[in-house]
Antibody, heavy 120, light 110 residues
Framework: QVQLQESGPGRVKPSETLSLTCTVSGGSIRTNSYYWGWIRQPPGKGLEWIGNIYYSGNTYYNPSLKSRVSISVDTSKNQFSLKLSSVSAADTAVYYC????????????WGRGTMVSVSS | QSVLTQPPSASGTPGQRVIISCSGSSSNIGSNTINWYQQLPGAAPKLLIYNNNERPSGVPDRFSGSKSGTSASLAISGLQSEDEADYYCAAWDDTLKSVIFGGGTRLTVL
């Protein structure tokens, strides 16, 4: 079955760019049935959708983060990536990658998550 | 303050039936399907209910979802200790053009 794994630095300095990659295994990222997305969760708080990408490269971002977010896909590596610029302490969170059904809109497969702290 | 409103906490004893509510508006629950996620302590969220009331393979039929107008609810019957977790509702919002999550409900099994 499809599995997702996040990777990237666990600490980023304020004003710099957070970069994470999600590797998809057990299935192809080139599917017309799913989006690939990022969700984050600050410590002790709820979930926040960051954005989705389709394998063709079409992207959909949370308007509240749109000016700072970029999601890209590398079908040759079966990976998709997140970049969040100009980070601050408010961006400290566990970042999850997940698969989102095109028809259901549900995130049905999740990665284990990776904690990213923004500090100097 | 989340656009989807959930009670911050809920509780029940083993074997009881518990209902968790999720209140929204015409731009989200009123016009789109709702999904529910379970997050066990220290774990990633897991899809529990999709399309308002459908269960993914492997989710026990003790869990059920419903929707009426701009509100939705998750019912857990035959409550078990392993159901102790955070539960989140989620939907697309046509006005915000965003996936939105409820603030989450922490379920305690007494």
């Amino acid at each position: 079955q499809v599995q997702l794994q996040e990777s990237g630095p666990g600490r980023v300095k304020p004003s710099e760019t957070l970069s994470l990659t999600c590797t998809v295994s057990g299935g192809s990222i080139r599917t017309n049935s799913y989006y690939w997305g990022w969700i984050r969760q600050p410590p002790g708080k709820g979930l926040e959708w960051i954005g989705n990408i389709y394998y063709s490269g079409n992207t959909y971002y949370n308007p509240s983060l749109k000016s700072r977010v970029s999601i890209s896909v590398d079908t040759s590596k079966n990976q998709f990536s997140l970049k969040l610029s100009s980070v601050s302490a408010a961006d400290t969170a566990v970042y999850y990658c997940a698969r989102r059904g095109l028809l259901t809109g549900a995130f049905d497969v999740w990665g284990r998550g990776t904690m990213v702290s923004v500090s100097s | 303050q989340s656009v989807l409103t959930q009670p911050p906490s809920a509780s029940g004893t083993p074997g009881q039936r518990v209902i968790i509510s999720c209140s929204g508006s015409s731009s989200n629950i009123g016009s789109n399907t709702i999904n529910w996620y379970q997050q066990l302590p220290g774990a990633a969220p897991k899809l529990l209910i999709y399309n308002n009331n459908e269960r993914p393979s492997g989710v026990p039929d003790r869990f059920s979802g419903s929707k009426s107008g701009t509100s939705a609810s998750l019912a857990i019957s035959g409550l078990q200790s392993e159901d102790e977790a955070d539960y989140y509702c989620a939907a697309w919002d046509d006005t915000l053009k965003s996936v939105i999550f409820g603030g989450g409900t922490r379920l305690t099994v007494l």
